[in-house]
């Protein structure tokens, strides 16, 4: 059993999570479990007709009583496991986020019928997305539907996932306003967040309210487009911190996510760079989600980083987690060990790079790129079975998209 100390999470505390779905009965993001509540009082229908705070209150009784019992959750396990592979995990960035509620929390300040003090919200708003990218799932972009009907021959696959709208559900937005004199952050994925309308609409209400000066915005985007509210509505804002979805550069983007232009991306990139007070940007960092197609960009994508001064130059290492012929792990044994070469050179490197070792995040850089190397060495994890579906899958979008795998990838 872990020291109470070291297993505790305030998210339970503080935490709105809602899924592309809807759904708000899992803890977080980073939790492959729901809290075992159905499904009709956890929708966001149900939150928007009141009662939010005591009903999220409620909803946590069983996790916040494991936590303050010492206790290693199940529904919390992917946290854990990166504790113990020394890989930072969400609870303890969540910790770090908050360390007020934290501490009230270790010096039993906070305790199992203490309200829900609404500092977090994360709200992952539907899958209406301008791109299909290759590691994606139709869940978070509809585009996909139709490809993974014809994939996986199930005409009836994804009916479900059409018609998902409840981020248009202005009720839901304004009693978050309601009940948000306590938030902090406020995170915002997709889908893609910058296509809600909703959203902007929900900002301005927070505007209006007077709260918006003690909120940070975060969000999740793929930057394919920049709207011109940004502009007007962000400077309000504590500070805006933008984690930027590229997963390498040039051909090896273009590939990955469909049918972005990597152009495209370069100009977006640069204005951002030229805006940064004026969108009253605190932080841009890039989030790579290294999978098969593109762990061998990593040092092409740090290098172009490199350019940029106030865009993070080290981009923040997301390691793909499904599908799982997607992995790098699928990747035969030989071509792993090529690239395991490439990123070992490219880590003694790195240290001519002037001034990474003062980014915050380089340290991260550094450890998972290492992780990735010894994982990369690691034969135990290939599975045949695994690197068949990887070519299976690779194929069916390679014909859909007229790409080829061959040049983003020398198998």
Same mark, same amino acid.
Not at 137 to 147: E, W
């Given at each position: ?170 009720? =839901? ?45 975060? @969000? ?16 309000? =804002? ?65 290098? @172009? ?29 030989? @071509? ?76």
């Amino acid at each position: 059993m872990s020291n109470k100390k070291d297993n505790l999470c305030v998210l339970p505390w503080n935490h709105l999570f809602v899924t592309n779905t809807g759904d708000a009965s899992f803890p977080c993001c980073s939790s492959q479990y729901s809290l075992g509540r159905n499904e009709k009082s956890d929708s966001v229908l149900k939150l928007s007709g009141g009662g939010l705070l005591k009903e999220l209150s409620e909803s946590k009784k069983n996790l916040r009583e494991a936590f303050l019992k010492g206790e290693e959750p199940k529904i919390c396990s992917g946290c854990y496991e990166k504790d113990r592979e020394g890989i930072w995990s969400y609870r303890k960035t969540s910790n770090d986020l908050f360390p007020k509620t934290y501490d009230e929390l270790k010096n039993k300040s906070l305790d199992l019928a203490s309200p829900m003090k609404l500092e977090f919200i994360d709200l992952r708003l539907g899958n209406l997305c301008n791109l299909a990218c290759r590691m994606c799932d139709a869940g978070s972009s509809r585009l996909l539907i139709d490809d993974y009907r014809e994939y996986l021959g199930d005409e009836n696959f994804g009916k479900e996932l059409e018609g998902i709208n409840w981020f248009s559900d202005r009720g =839901f937005y304004k009693n978050l306003v309601e009940n948000g004199k306590d938030i902090k952050i406020i995170n915002m994925a997709g889908g893609e967040p910058f296509l809600i309308e909703e959203s902007w609409e929900f900002l301005e209400m927070l505007i209006d309210r007077g709260f918006a000066k003690n909120i940070e915005l975060r @969000y999740n985007t793929n930057l394919t487009i920049i709207p011109e509210k940004a502009k007007k509505l962000w400077p309000k =804002f504590k500070g805006v911190v933008l984690f930027l979805s590229i997963d390498g550069i040039d051909d090896v983007y273009e590939y990955i996510r469909y049918p972005a232009k990597w152009t495209k991306i370069e100009k977006n990139l640069e204005y951002l760079e030229d805006n940064f007070e004026d969108l009253n940007i605190t932080a841009a960092n890039i989030q790579m989600t290294v999978q098969a197609y593109n762990i061998a960009n990593i040092p092409e994508l740090t290098k @172009y980083l490199q350019k940029f001064e106030k865009i993070s130059k080290v981009p923040l290492i997301n390691l793909l987690e499904t599908p799982n012929e997607l992995s790098f792990k699928s990747l035969p044994i030989d @071509y792993r060990k090529e690239v395991a070469k490439k990123l070992k050179i490219f880590l003694m490197d790195i240290f001519d790079l002037k001034g990474l070792q003062k980014i915050d995040t380089y340290e991260d850089f550094l450890r998972n790129t290492t992780y990735l190397v010894e994982e990369l060495l690691n034969e135990a994890t290939f599975q045949d079975s695994q690197y068949q579906e990887f070519i299976r899958i690779t194929e069916f979008f390679d014909n859909k998209r007229k790409q080829k795998l061959s040049d983003v990838l020398n198998l």
